[in-house]
């Protein structure tokens, strides 16, 4: 498992993201298609018009399946009304970090840069 988040000296992940991110989001989801796989929904654990971080079980082949480095495809899905950004995008994975603390511990955030917005088919 990539776990190239920078630390500090007690461990702590440093802080590189462009822009803040909403803590508490609930019902925000990013959706990811991989051919000969399920549609994976996963949770977003925070989401900025630049970035995304996606909650992952330890256990899930999702894991398997992205890597750092790698550019994918996810269409984030968030209730109407909520001033989250919605649909298709081209991103990157920044990161797989393990969560040592807090609610998810022992699940892995699966950190996305944003690379562009994927324009809709109509």
């Known amino acids: ?7 500090d000296q ?9 822009e803040r991110r909403p803590i508490a989001l609930s019902h925000h989801m990013a959706e990811f298609k991989f051919p000969d796989a399920p549609t994976y929904q996963l ?8 970035g995304a971080g996606v909650i992952v079980r330890r256990d899930s082949r999702f894991l398997s399946l992205v890597s750092t480095g790698q550019e994918l495809n996810l269409r ?4 109407s009304n909520s001033g989250i950004i919605t ?8 990161h797989i970090t393990e969560l040592r603390e807090g609610r998810y511990a022992g699940h892995f955030v699966v950190g996305l840069s944003m690379l562009k917005k994927i324009p809709e088919e109509g």
Not at 76 to 79: T, V
């Open 1 to 7: 498992m990539d776990n190239s988040a920078i630390h």
């Open 87 to 94: 649909g298709d995008y081209k991103a990157k994975v920044e």
């Open 43 to 50: 949770k977003l654990q925070d989401v900025s018009p630049s």
């Open 76 to 79: 984030l899905i968030s209730p």
């Open 10 to 18: 007690s461990g702590k992940v440093i802080e590189k993201r462009r």
